[in-house]
């Protein structure tokens, strides 16, 4: 079994600075891409920003310039850090990985339980 970690949610400001992180663990052989996705009220869960295991990367149009992702494979952890917040970037924030669990495995997809990032006006 895998498990997916988030740590690093809170409240801040507008303007304001928020780094999460997601630290994968259990039983894993290979982890290849790693997500972070958001979920405001009333609104679907939306890609935020995405790594490969050869940390090429890509991000939702509007954190592009603000959010960066990035990756630690002996840590088998994401990280998400986000500058220059908008209150329109609260949500809650889930971290994905796509995770082989043995050689012998097919991929599997996991998610985490989530961390609230409210961002005040």
């Known amino acids: 079994q895998v498990q997916l970690v988030e740590s690093g949610g809170g409240l801040v400001q507008s303007g304001g600075s928020l780094r999460l992180s997601c630290a994968a663990s259990g039983t894993i052989f290979s982890i290849s891409h790693m997500g972070w996705y958001r979920q405001a009220p009333g609104k679907e869960r939306e890609l935020v920003a995405r790594?490969?295991?050869?940390?090429?990367?890509n991000y939702e149009d509007s954190v592009k310039g603000r959010f960066t992702i990035s990756r630690d494979n002996a840590k088998n952890t994401v990280y998400l850090q986000m500058t220059s917040l908008k209150p329109e970037d609260t949500a809650v924030y889930y971290c994905?990985?796509?995770?082989?669990?043995?050689?012998?495995?097919?991929?599997?997809?996991?998610w985490g339980q989530g961390t609230q990032v409210t961002v005040s006006s």
């Open positions: 994905n990985a796509n995770v082989k669990p043995a050689d012998w495995s097919t991929w599997r997809n996991y």
């Open positions: 790594i490969t295991s050869g940390d090429i990367t």
